[in-house]
């Protein structure tokens, strides 16, 4: 594959201002957020914008939570002027006008497979039915009739080779629903945009302390006097949890970063929400910080164990008392040598001891964590690794401390809570078996990875996508295009188009159906946010004029009505979102409050699973510790990708990562002013490791993984250790097959191994 090619709708969309590699930024967010907000809401559009931010629904962007009853701007501690600029270009996207008829009309697939995710975004919105048929070279627009009968037909097969996939975009409601027809239908394949990205924190987290999500809630962040912050990229992908981060420097508290690149936002941020402190001169962030080899996080934390046991920091009453298996962990990190460690995290000791010294007198530490932890072959042993730091020092189970995985999409825990699962709890099965009044299948479902190796094998007849981009999430994009085609339907629920709805075509029928956003659904429903809190949405009205929208609820009811009938589930009944909160309140484990929730307004946080006392819901009681391997990352040689000697190359350990200005799949703007990457199709070096392979910054290069290649790639210098390396996600995924974490299904795309080189001919 060669990057930026120029697309036949160019023409079509406004330009956006580039930006610079000359000089980024010294401090994240500050003036140009600002900027950016009065682009947009003094925009002709606006008033809507603003209406918009000012309605009681969640926010549409990441999962940390602001809006809901409280209000637009309000989090759940009644604090407020908690939008950012995310929020602003989620919602703005949204309020974009209808697709044009002509696009669809008038240009083939083979034009619209030449988009960019920012182009097909800017498209607009969906607003009618559309069908793409075997054969066919355009979508058409069809009725409802049809749609239905086509879906009907589609899901008339066996349970086995029916499936969905589902990302955080949804509701509690919809999510709710989805699980429930598909495991009436007798399937367990239930594959979510989770399994791609925080899967290793719900298995590992499970595992040790019987709850899968954040033992800390907002309130704990504010009590907390230590943040260890590992594999996030927060001033991007969490703003609001930057402003937290400010409080706690500004009392005192210390936070550690580790992270291979060094993010400018993370060293210092600039934050709105303190105009006179920080807007203009920045915020220190960054007490100390850490750029450990990709990968490494293991040997970087039993590394820290090693330091807390030799400093007599760790807290040796409490793992009696609170935890098993702590003796092995000890011994493990007491065994593993210095020069073992040093050699495989690329930290020196001293490095490693400070971090150490300063959580082991710390009071409270929360430790947090993004996908640059869990997005590895290893990942749930980075969790179990991260999570012993934290019993070792006694920082689990009290106020102000424990382990906090930051989840992306908006609801994609709320997902999981529903029960969009493949690892479906047993109190919740047992629950949904009364409600269905049979036993559910035991048959073991598909995860996201599984799932499209089951469609490349022609395993699968029928696939449901509640939102999410499934052809761009996944890596390898030749697979991923090709396991979709071999799927008979696919039927896309979205509200504006992307890439998948271009590239991942069925082999005889892909509907595209459009629906409600959030904030525009006739009916009250609820999120979930990462800590654990839930929102109730209030209904709302689309700014679209003629259009044939449907609310996910409404779909997915009485598609499961035409499908199972009317008992012993009433699924007409069930377009009404109200009565599914009624069953979830019923059959899933401390949401007993969702049955009243859209009458008396009160939202709450889910019961069980902020832990200020370390007792913990598994078999004993205590929290379960894991001994964790260090990792052999050994990089292969140029020669094994087929490059040989007499061409100048250099192979590097490869991460993915989204741009400044980007959510989940969907690009906004092209580049990134902050790490100094003007378009998409760049890499960022660390300057010595160029030097030494004899390359230069801006010199145009092929990058090529074990799948595919990249071409005219250009060169950017940046602070990231050197050895590794980064790209743009979803684009660069078409070059690689990453390595999966067996315990989680979760793939390594922050530890991809890839060559540079020059071509002969270039």
Known sequence: MSGN??????????????????????????????????????????????????????????????????????????????????????????????????????????ELQQLTSEQADRLGRLSVPLLLRAGHSHYERITWDQVYAIAESAFRRPAPRIASYSSGRSSNEAAYLLQLMMRA??????????????????????????????????????????????????????????????????????????????????????????????????????????????????????????????????????????????????HHAQSSTWETITSTCGLSQLEISTAAALIGTAERVVFAWAMGVTQHENGVDNIFSIANTALLTGNAGKPGAGTMPIRGHSNVQGFGSMGVTVHLKEEIRLALERLLDRPLSRVPGYDTRALIEAAASGAIDTLLCLGGNLYAANPDATQAQAALGQIETIIYLATKPNLGHFHGLAQHNTLILPVFARFENPHQTTTESGNNFVRLNDSGRTHLQRTELIAEVEFLSELAARLLGDTPVNWHQLQDPHYVRQLIAQTIPGFEQMATIDQIHVEFTIPGRIFHRPQFPTATGQAQMFVTPLPDLTLPQAQDFGIPDTIPSMVLALGTGRSYSQHNTVVYRPGDTYRGMPHRNCILLNAMDAATGGFQEHQRVTVQGDAGKLEQVEIIFGEIRQGAALMFYPEVNAIFQARIDARSGTPAFKRVPVVVYVPVNS
């Open 5 to 110: 090619k120029i697309s036949p709708m160019d023409a079509n969309l406004p330009p956006h201002p580039a930006a610079s590699s000359d000089s980024p930024p010294q401090v994240g967010g500050g003036l140009p957020v600002l900027q950016y907000w009065a682009e947009h809401t003094l925009s002709p559009d606006g008033l809507k914008l603003w209406q918009t931010l000012f309605h009681k629904s969640a926010c549409l962007s990441c999962a940390w939570g602001t809006g809901g009853q409280k209000g637009g701007f309000v989090n759940e501690a009644g604090e407020v002027l908690q939008r950012c600029a995310k929020s602003v270009e989620a919602i703005a996207a949204e309020l974009q006008p209808a697709v044009p008829p002509e696009i669809f009309g008038q240009r083939t697939i083979a």
């Open 185 to 330: 239908l007798g399937s367990n394949n239930l594959a979510d945009c989770s399994d791609l990205c925080h899967a290793a924190s719900t298995v590992g987290l499970k595992q040790m302390f019987g709850s899968g999500t954040s033992m800390v809630s907002l309130e704990d962040l504010k009590q907390a006097d230590c943040v260890v912050l590992v594999g996030s990229n927060a001033p991007a992908n969490h703003p609001r949890l930057m402003n937290e981060l400010i409080k706690l420097r500004d009392r005192g508290g210390k936070v550690i970063v580790v992270n291979p690149l060094k993010e400018v936002g993370l060293v210092k941020f600039a934050s709105p929400a303190f105009p006179v402190k920080s807007l203009l001169r920045g915020s220190e962030i960054a007490s100390l910080y850490l750029q450990p080899i990709p990968g490494s996080d293991t040997a970087l934390f039993v590394g820290i164990q090693k330091s807390l046991i030799e400093q007599g920091l760790i807290h040796r009453d409490y793992l009696q008392a609170h935890t098993s298996g702590w003796e092995a962990v000890v």
